[in-house]
């Protein structure tokens, strides 16, 4: 898998958080979810049911 973009919306406060780089830690403005990881991982924090999926990623082949 390579992600392309590392984005949640909160559901609270309904703020998009991106993570641009590894180890780019964000939160939305009302501290509910977190987002971290940039195009190396994807990684959630905090009340993950109010956490809507926005990333975009795409699947790669291994054998090329």
């Known amino acids: 898998m390579r992600i392309l973009v ?3 919306r ?3 406060c309904l ?3 991106v993570s641009e780089t590894t180890h780019d830690f964000q939160k939305c403005k009302c ?3 977190g987002v971290d990881g ?3 991982y994807l990684r ?4 993950l049911d109010l956490i809507e999926e ?3 990623w795409e699947e790669v082949d291994d054998e090329t």
């Open 6 to 8: 590392n984005k949640v």
């Open 10 to 12: 909160c559901k609270q």
């Open 15 to 17: 703020q998009e958080v």
């Open 31 to 33: 501290g509910k979810v």
């Open 38 to 40: 940039g195009k190396s």
């Open 44 to 47: 959630r924090v905090g009340e």
């Open 54 to 56: 926005l990333s975009v």
